[in-house]
């Protein structure tokens, strides 16, 4: 199959999901075209890494200043700030040059679109293809990998987030993000999320289930290789770690529940517990969480295997979010037993007290967490069952499995 990929941002080993689908898709003989684009030069780097599995790669940088200008021209329309981010005329022409070769020579059976800040070049092939009628045209197949509901996650966040500035940034774009995402639904026959909870929302949205057949769940899943329990490591017995972007909105107010409600529980108890706060750009309020001896935040680092092998456990108290949490994935695949509130584990169905400790409010949090630093035996069962749990359900080849199913059609 020949496939055309087009993602807003350089897929990585932190953009996980167009990182493993591209390379998994390769190792099966699928051909793919590449489409990245970046702002800054340090994104431009990993492109490289990315030679090895596709046919081609075509890059574009897009600015800062740019997206910053087309936030601005989107401000007066009816559209979207996320969906206006991204985009580059120049960038969709090109985008329908590769496409509309008339000798066919660059026929792809699939057109995969990823995320809300992609969408406009789908919909711009789109409308191109309309009027640029091929016989390589005709045979594609458009996706767009919305991968979250981005509604679903701007309504949570302009209730809950602890940030104003987010908060009221997404309480601005709500709406207009609501009447795009539904928009979407009559113009894309494939439309992949990770989660029911996403999917719902997108239904919702339409308040029908007429466009259900259309919504398809492809969750992400985990390098069970890269991640992974490592015996070399010794764990350290009274230390947790929180791990995630920390200059994402949702991982923010995640952070300042943990150390704000449920952490001086932990302390009144055990005051020896130490807090690692892994992942890059952390805020100016994460930050400053360093200032208490027991709390390191690490900022980016080149590996977060280390940190996540290393502790006793890793807690996810995340209060909202949208999609399938990577960082419990992570954990789990690594036999580091988790802490997590019921939203973390929306779209992950491990066994409670079992393959996963659940709690939400702040109290019954710092128990679970006091009751796996207490009893290293428990830890050390629900750690192996829950890296069992993850080899089962979330190998990279099972998800792709899935993935190819929607790319022929059988799903």
């Not at 909105?249 to 300042?256: D, G, K, L, R, V």
């Not at 992942?279 to 200032?291: L, S």
């Not at 007290?353 to 019954?364: H, M, Q, T």
């Not at 128990?367 to 830890?379: G, S, T, V």
Request: net charge neutral; proline share 6%; aromatic share 10%.
């Amino acid at each position: 199959m020949n496939i055309l990929y087009v993602v807003p941002y350089v897929p990585s080993l932190i953009r996980i999901r167009p990182y493993n689908f591209i390379r998994i898709l390769a190792s099966r003989g699928h051909r793919i075209t590449l489409v990245v684009l970046w702002s800054k030069p340090d994104e431009r780097a990993g492109i490289d890494d990315l030679a090895q599995f596709c046919e081609a790669i075509v890059d574009f940088q897009i600015p800062i200043w740019k997206s910053i200008f087309n936030a601005a021209i989107a401000l007066p329309t009816r559209q979207p700030l996320q969906a206006w981010y991204s985009w580059d005329r120049k960038v969709a022409r090109a985008i329908n040059a590769l496409v509309a070769d008339p000798a066919g020579h660059h026929h792809f059976d699939v057109i995969h679109f990823e995320h809300l800040r992609g969408v406009r070049y789908g919909l711009y092939l789109q409308t191109m293809q309309e009027k640029q009628v091929t016989a390589a045209s005709q045979r594609s197949s458009f996706i767009w990998d919305s991968v979250d509901c981005i509604s679903y996650l701007f309504r949570q966040s302009a209730a809950y987030s602890k940030t104003i500035t987010h908060r009221l940034m997404t309480q601005f774009d709500l709406g207009r993000t609501e009447i795009y995402e539904r928009k979407l639904l009559e113009n894309f026959s494939k439309i992949l999320v990770t989660s029911e909870q996403d999917k719902q929302a997108f239904l919702a949205l339409d308040h029908s289930d007429r466009y259900a057949e259309r919504l398809k769940i492809v969750p992400n899943g985990v390098d069970v290789d890269y991640f992974q329990p490592n015996g070399a490591l010794q764990k350290e017995a009274d230390a947790i770690v929180l791990s995630g972007k920390m200059s994402y909105h949702a991982n923010i107010t995640m952070a300042m529940y943990l150390m704000e409600q449920i952490m001086p529980i932990v302390w009144a108890q055990k005051p020896s517990v130490k807090v690692w706060i892994v992942g890059k750009d952390p805020v100016k309020e994460v930050r400053n969480f360093a200032d208490h001896p027991n709390v390191t935040v690490t900022g980016t680092v080149p590996d977060i295997r280390p940190y996540i092998q290393r502790a006793a456990l890793a807690v996810v108290p995340m209060v909202y979010g949208a999609g399938i949490q990577n960082k419990v994935l992570e954990s789990m695949a690594c036999g580091t037993p988790v802490v997590a509130t019921p939203k973390a584990l929306a779209a992950i169905p491990a066994v409670p007290e079992k393959e996963v400790l659940v709690a939400e409010k702040p109290d019954e949090f710092a128990q679970k967490i006091l009751y796996l630093l207490e009893n290293p035996d428990a830890a050390a069962a629900i750690g192996k069952a829950s890296r069992e749990f993850i080899v089962r359900n979330y190998h990279w080849d099972r998800i792709a499995d899935i993935l190819e199913e929607v790319y022929y059609g059988r799903n």
